[in-house]
């Protein structure tokens, strides 16, 4: 049995990235005019997400990187604090008062900016300004009831859509 392709599904990609999801956000004056991303993390963290997309792209050939507008769902699954955990036998178990949302830095749309500069320089579209809805939230890795998206271990899921005017 044969599935028609509708023009939603043609226009969609899916990318999971693996890694610690950095924010892109302060720079940093270190003279000559010159000025650095704050966060040592960034740069890997913009290289995760670009090796991902350049697979998703491969793996996804019905994608049109040039559609005039996109729809971006992502969700970032970040680390928990170690001392969100308990101690001892007990240290695999998360302590009563642990927060169930990443409610701390980094800073949501920080993490956005990061993450779609780096899907540009992956050439999942030519401009992050194409984006004209954002669908995002934090969360964190759980074993039970994890939210629509989150992944297993810290990264993110993305998924882009070509909106039709």
């Keep these: 049995m044969t599935h ?3 023009a939603a599904q043609r226009n969609r990609i899916v990318i999971c990235v693996y890694g610690t999801p950095a924010p892109q956000g302060s720079k940093v004056h ?12 960034v740069g890997p963290w913009r290289e995760d997400v670009k090796l991902a997309a350049l697979r998703a792209l491969d793996e996804t050939p ?3 990187r040039h559609h005039a507008l996109v729809q971006l769902h992502v969700t970032f699954t970040l680390a928990r604090p170690a001392f969100h955990f308990r101690t001892g036998k007990a240290a695999h178990l998360l302590r009563p008062g642990a927060p169930p949302l990443p409610g701390l830095k980094p800073d949501l749309d920080k993490l956005l900016r990061s993450t779609g500069d780096a899907l540009t320089t992956a050439g999942v579209y030519d401009d992050d300004a194409r984006i004209v809805q954002v669908f995002a939230r934090k969360c964190y890795p759980t074993n039970t009831a994890r939210p629509p998206g989150a992944l297993d271990r810290p990264g993110a899921r993305i998924i882009l859509t070509g909106v039709t005017r």
Excluded: H, P
Excluded at 31 to 40: A, D, F, L
């Design 4 to 6: 028609a392709v509708t």
């Design 30 to 41: 270190v003279g000559n005019g010159r000025m650095i991303e704050s966060s040592k993390k």
């Design 62 to 64: 019905s994608w049109d």
